[in-house]
Structure formats: structure tokens, C-alpha cells
């Protein structure tokens, strides 16, 4: 994700996540690059999972081995989706009380958002491979779609 600090203040914390979602995926000679925005509060959290479309956050932790193993793929699978929903990172240890909120028991953790309301969830404590995540991932957006018919 980009660096966004000054004065020593993360500027994260003092603009909106849809302004976040415009500053995460930063165009870099003349390719999008993807890197997974990083919510950093349970303000921008409710924010970003109220929206219509869909929003599927990625529960994790620095000292996960399950959730390091998923990191070089996931932003190949995060522009693989780019066109049918938003990936979130939410740092356990960082973001209090959100993960507790959605009953997240396990990392690397899933969990589909659209409007506010939980669609599906992959919540485990085992290790996610491409192909399950990709799974999870296209039934997330059968989920939305169908919701939104």
C-alpha cells in the first residue's frame, strides 16, 4: 500500500475510504498496480462495507504464516476481480475489536460485505490455497449478483 504520512500523522486516519480506495490502487507507468487497501480504524471498516458494491475483507496478522503464504498471489487475484468487488485488509492486531465483532476466529480469514450485511464467509484457522480463495471469491459475487436481481 502506499506510504501516506506527514508530520508524523497517517494520513489514513483523516480521509475517507472511499478517498483511501482512490489513493490504494495507484497507477505506476501506466500500469494499476494493486495493492489491498488497509483499513486502519472501524470507521473507515463500517464505511467501506456499508457501499452497494461488493467488499470482501481479508482478516490478518504480521505474524501469521498462513496469511504470509497467501501474499505474493493476492494481488494477481485482487486485479484478477477488480471489476466485481473491492478487497480490504484488516490487520487483527491493529484494528481493535473487529475482528471480535465478526466473530473472526482463525487467519487468514474472508468475509463478503454489500451494503452493510454479511453475504458469505471462508473463517477458518487453515491455510487458504489460490484456488479456494478464487473459489470463495466467485461465489461471493453469485451471492451479490443475486441480491441485486
Given at each position: 500500500?502506499?506510504?501516506m504520512?506527514a508530520?508524523?500523522?497517517?494520513?489514513?486516519?483523516?480521509?475517507?475510504?472511499?478517498?483511501?480506495?482512490?489513493l490504494g490502487?495507484?497507477?505506476?507507468?501506466?500500469?494499476?498496480?494493486y495493492?489491498?487497501?488497509?483499513v486502519s480504524?472501524?470507521?473507515?471498516?463500517d464505511?467501506?462495507i456499508?457501499?452497494?458494491?461488493?467488499t470482501?475483507?481479508?482478516?490478518k496478522?504480521?505474524?501469521c504464516?498462513d496469511?504470509?503464504f497467501?501474499?505474493?498471489?493476492?494481488?494477481e487475484?485482487?486485479e484478477?476481480?477488480?471489476?466485481q468487488?473491492t478487497?480490504?485488509?484488516?490487520d487483527v492486531?491493529?484494528t481493535?475489536?473487529?475482528?471480535?465483532?465478526?466473530?473472526v476466529?482463525?487467519?487468514?480469514?474472508f468475509?463478503?460485505?454489500?451494503?452493510?450485511?454479511?453475504l458469505?464467509?471462508?473463517?477458518?484457522?487453515?491455510?487458504?490455497?489460490?484456488?479456494?480463495?478464487?473459489q470463495?471469491?466467485d461465489?461471493?459475487?453469485?451471492?451479490?449478483g443475486?441480491?441485486?436481481?
Amino acid at each position: 500500500m502506499l506510504m501516506m504520512h506527514a508530520e508524523g500523522v497517517n494520513i489514513a486516519d483523516r480521509i475517507s475510504a472511499t478517498e483511501l480506495l482512490f489513493l490504494g490502487n495507484a497507477q505506476l507507468n501506466g500500469k494499476v498496480e494493486y495493492p489491498m487497501l488497509k483499513v486502519s480504524n472501524k470507521d473507515q471498516f463500517d464505511e467501506l462495507i456499508q457501499k452497494p458494491g461488493l467488499t470482501v475483507a481479508v482478516f490478518k496478522a504480521d505474524w501469521c504464516g498462513d496469511c504470509k503464504f497467501i501474499d505474493p498471489f493476492m494481488p494477481e487475484v485482487e486485479e484478477k476481480y477488480a471489476n466485481q468487488l473491492t478487497l480490504i485488509e484488516v490487520d487483527v492486531e491493529h484494528t481493535e475489536g473487529i475482528s471480535e465483532a465478526h466473530n473472526v476466529l482463525g487467519i487468514p480469514s474472508f468475509i463478503a460485505f454489500s451494503n452493510g450485511q454479511e453475504l458469505v464467509r471462508l473463517v477458518n484457522k487453515l491455510r487458504k490455497s489460490r484456488e479456494e480463495i478464487e473459489q470463495f471469491l466467485d461465489r461471493a459475487s453469485e451471492v451479490h449478483g443475486a441480491m441485486t436481481l
